[in-house]
């Protein structure tokens, strides 16, 4: 059974960092994509930040030069650093490991909030 545990949300001030992992068990994960994902109250999942089994990264317009995706397949797990936190950035945030059209396994989430 794939389980994705995620840690380090949290509560972090405007202009704050935290930084986001998700340990996979199993050993699938090095030949998955990994994926961030934030839902915000009343809004759609939106994917953040994922990375490709090879480590090619893609990040969404509001988070590019503030988040940095990254994987150790030697510890099968994924990091999200975000840093410059805005308010706008509270969300529930989301593991995502997949290859497609052979799997898909989601975490339970850690909520992120920005507040002062």
């Known amino acids: 059974q794939v389980q994705l545990v995620e840690s380090g949300g949290g509560l972090v001030q405007p202009g704050g960092s935290l930084r986001l992992s998700c340990a996979a068990s199993g050993s699938i994960f090095k030949f998955s994509t990994l994926g961030w994902y934030r839902q915000a109250p009343g809004k759609q999942r939106e994917l953040v930040a994922d990375?490709?089994?090879?480590?090619?990264?893609s990040y969404i317009d509001s988070v590019k030069g503030r988040c940095t995706i990254s994987r150790d397949n030697t510890k099968n797990t994924a990091y999200l650093q975000m840093n410059s936190l805005k308010p706008e950035d509270t969300a529930v945030y989301y593991c995502?490991?997949?290859?497609?059209?052979?799997?898909?396994?989601w975490g339970q989430g850690t909520q992120v909030t920005v507040s002062s």
């Open positions: 995502n490991m997949k290859r497609t059209g052979d799997w898909m396994y």
């Open positions: 990375i490709t089994s090879s480590g090619s990264t």
